[in-house]
């Protein structure tokens, strides 16, 4: 009889080694997939493809391709403003106002109000300007460009801008390059976001395409 229970404690304590090892492989194969997992989740975050990210794995483009006409004035606000005459940055906010400065000369340039709208294969961008000879008044550029995604960045516009021929003659070639500038910074901006680089600006179907592309290699 003794040995009868000393027989079924060694069995009772087989079957609990063997369910300690079954537990300690399963728990083993746990690991070992969640680790798989991890490894998969970095090289997807890694690699910028992972739900959500954006080109280089940080977040969705803030610029679209495709702009329509109204929208494009909300981009061009914040990169109408320029730099501080002491070359620093701005801080804070985008301003509403800033003063542009030339030969001694002042004009009040309110950001705030600026509009742009598609005609035909032009791009209108009106600015309000006030000094003390005009008040406050709109200086209109019109920048044509072309349909074909091809079209690179060149633009055509007119010798002056269209409004008050006073404040034109005398700011209107300053508000042309501003305004200029403010189209090609987002188009690098735009081309920044994706790790690309800006190829082109094209009016189709109404819209404002902004184009971007691997870097363009002579030779």
């Not at 340039?109 to 791009?123: P, Y």
């Not at 961008?125 to 209109?140: A, K, N, Y």
């Not at 200029?180 to 009016?203: C, F, K, Q, V, Y």
Request: with cysteine.
């Amino acid at each position: 009889m003794p040995f009868s229970v000393i027989f079924f404690s060694i069995l009772d304590v087989a079957v609990l080694l063997v369910v300690v090892l079954i537990v300690l492989l399963a728990a083993g194969l746990i690991l070992w997939l969640a680790l798989l997992l991890l490894r998969a989740a970095q090289r997807l975050a890694a690699s910028g493809t992972g739900p959500g990210a954006g080109p280089g794995g940080g977040s969705p483009p803030a610029i679209p391709d495709q702009l329509a006409g109204p929208a494009i004035a909300d981009f061009l606000k914040a990169r109408l403003a320029g730099t501080p005459a002491d070359g620093s940055a701005f801080s804070g906010p985008t301003p509403t106002q800033v003063v542009w400065v030339d030969g001694g000369d002042e004009v009040l340039v309110h950001l705030a109000s600026t509009t742009t709208q598609i005609v035909g294969q032009s791009v209108l961008v009106s600015i309000d300007l006030e000094c003390d000879q005009t008040g406050r008044t709109p200086l209109v550029v019109a920048f044509a460009l072309p349909s074909s995604d091809e079209g690179g960045l060149v633009v055509a516009t007119d010798a002056y801008p269209r409004g008050n021929g006073l404040l034109a003659s005398r700011w209107g070639p300053a508000v042309q390059a501003a305004a200029w500038s403010a189209m090609l910074t987002l188009a690098s901006d735009h081309a920044s976001e994706r790790d690309l680089a800006p190829l082109g600006l094209a009016l189709t179907g109404g819209q404002l395409h902004l184009i971007a592309g691997p870097p363009l290699k002579i030779g």
